[in-house]
């Protein structure tokens, strides 16, 4: 039997995991994590993409900062959600769990120690020296098995300004994509 975690854990979420955790926490704040940045720079040969057709989803890259959700998690839960985290984020070895500081943003400034996952930039599925046309080529026709590349970005996007959390690099990358000629792209269906 796993020995229980004695002490509350802290989830630093900058994805889905803002808008979709999936598992049960005890407090949820605002919070940004220095030294990472959320990336189109996975390739995405499952959900948003294929093998012979491969598409885009976000990573935590190194550089800059990023704003994003801090989840506490009881210390009886522990074991359960990194199991859960890990099957659901771990799904390739593009992705690795780290514990970094993250800063909480709700008033106190606060740092706790935090689990994320980022992207390893050795691995085969990392694409964050894509060149600008191979990635808008990329969201603008991959499609996976959860749909295609630019409906999961028009997504996080969607979701980013829910939390009134503003990404000028995403919002570049989908206006480019959506100025495209219509014969260059597929269409944005809806998704989660």
């Given at each position: 039997?796993?020995?229980l975690?004695?002490?509350?854990?802290?989830?630093?979420?900058?994805?889905?995991?803002?808008?979709?955790?999936?598992?049960?926490?005890?407090?949820?704040?605002?919070?940004?994590?220095?030294g990472?940045?959320?990336?189109?720079?996975?390739?995405?040969?499952?959900?948003?993409?294929?093998?012979?057709?491969?598409?885009?989803?976000?990573?935590?890259?190194?550089?800059?900062?990023?704003?994003?959700?801090?989840?506490?998690?009881?210390p009886?839960?522990?074991?359960?959600?990194?199991?859960?985290?890990d099957?659901?984020?771990?799904?390739?070895?593009?992705?690795?769990?780290?514990?970094?500081?993250?800063?909480?943003?709700?008033?106190?400034?606060?740092?706790?120690?935090?689990?994320?996952?980022?992207?390893d930039?050795?691995?085969?599925?990392?694409?964050?020296?894509?060149?600008?046309?191979?990635?808008?080529?990329?969201?603008?026709?991959?499609?996976?098995?959860?749909?295609?590349?630019?409906?999961?970005?028009?997504?996080?996007?969607?979701?980013?300004?829910?939390?009134?959390?503003?990404?000028?690099?995403?919002?570049?990358?989908?206006?480019?994509?959506?100025?495209?000629?219509?014969?260059?792209?597929?269409?944005?269906?809806?998704?989660?």
């Open positions: 039997m796993a020995a975690h004695q002490t509350p854990t802290w989830i630093f979420g900058y994805g889905s995991l803002m808008w979709n955790p999936g598992f049960p926490f005890i407090a949820r704040q605002p919070a940004r994590l220095q990472y940045q959320r990336r189109p720079c996975v390739s995405s040969v499952h959900y948003r993409g294929s093998i012979t057709h491969p598409g885009v989803v976000m990573g935590l890259d190194k550089g800059g900062a990023c704003q994003g959700i801090g989840y506490q998690i009881a009886a839960n522990y074991q359960h959600v990194i199991e859960y985290l099957q659901r984020e771990l799904i390739y070895p593009v992705y690795q769990r780290l514990q970094l500081p993250i800063d909480l943003l709700d008033g106190s400034e606060k740092s706790v120690p935090a689990i994320t996952y980022v992207v930039r050795q691995d085969a599925l990392y694409i964050g020296d894509l060149p600008p046309p191979a990635l808008l080529a990329r969201v603008a026709t991959a499609a996976g098995v959860s749909g295609t590349s630019l409906a999961y970005l028009s997504n996080v996007l969607e979701h980013l300004r829910d939390l009134d959390i503003h990404d000028a690099g995403l919002e570049d990358l989908l206006r480019a994509v959506q100025a495209l000629p219509p014969a260059q792209h597929l269409p944005a269906a809806d998704c989660s």
